[in-house]
């Protein structure tokens, strides 16, 4: 694991783009991608740079089943939103969170066996997870449906008009298959992940933090600010 910490999360979005830019000069043309809050420094960067992705892939870690991507919440409009619009990929897929469960996981495990990822951008969870992969979720784990936990449903609703709006389920790419990726950056800013990634990189390889895996993974870089990183020994 290369490990990179800078003072704060806008440092850390530029320290993100030199490494898209790296993986671009390098021949790299299938781009796995995440959301959340954490990764938009480095797409802000992206969109402010002349990086041209229109010959690359895109294929994003995870989306709410029952949401349609012209919803608000869903994560292809998130993606619309921060990146496509400003840099269109050549193709880029996201799950459809209005197919069928068994069809949509067959679907983009064809499509990432036909496009494996080069480089997948990946944000920590402050239990651990990656993608909506939650502690306990097996490594060998390919692409599933999962069910969220209360608590995420809880602390989801503030995006909703009513509670019962709130998506249960999402689907995900599994470990297994981030871990297929031929190089991976996580990025984690903030005091409230410092806990998961001490055991993250200090701790012991374990299915109750599913980022440790990524200590097995040849190819890793980690981006922290000073406040995530403040517990690492
Ligand atoms: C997003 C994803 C999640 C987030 C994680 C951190 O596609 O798969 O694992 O990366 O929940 O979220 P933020 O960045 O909002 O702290």
Known sequence: MKINIVKDSKAAGQAGYKLFKEQLDNGSHVFGLATGSTPITTYDAITASDLDFSDCISINLDEYAGLPGTHEQ???????QH??????FKESF????MNEADAE???YEKIIEEHPVDFQILGLGRNGHIGFNEPGTAFDSRTHKVALTESTIASNARFFDNEADVPKFAYSMGIGTIMDAKAILLEAYGENKADAVQKMIEGP???DLPASI?????NVTI????A???KLK
């Not at 869903?74 to 619309?80: A, G, I, K, L, Q």
């Not at 990524?214 to 040849?218: A, D, I, V």
């Open 223 to 226: 981006i922290l600010d000073e």
């Open 94 to 97: 996201v799950p459809d969170g």
């Open 228 to 230: 995530a990183a403040s």
């Open 214 to 218: 990524l200590q097995r993974h040849p």
């Open 83 to 88: 990146l496509f619009s400003k840099k269109p």
């Open 105 to 107: 996981i067959k679907r």
């Open 205 to 207: 390889v374990t299915e």
């Open 74 to 80: 869903s994560y292809r409009y998130f993606m619309n």
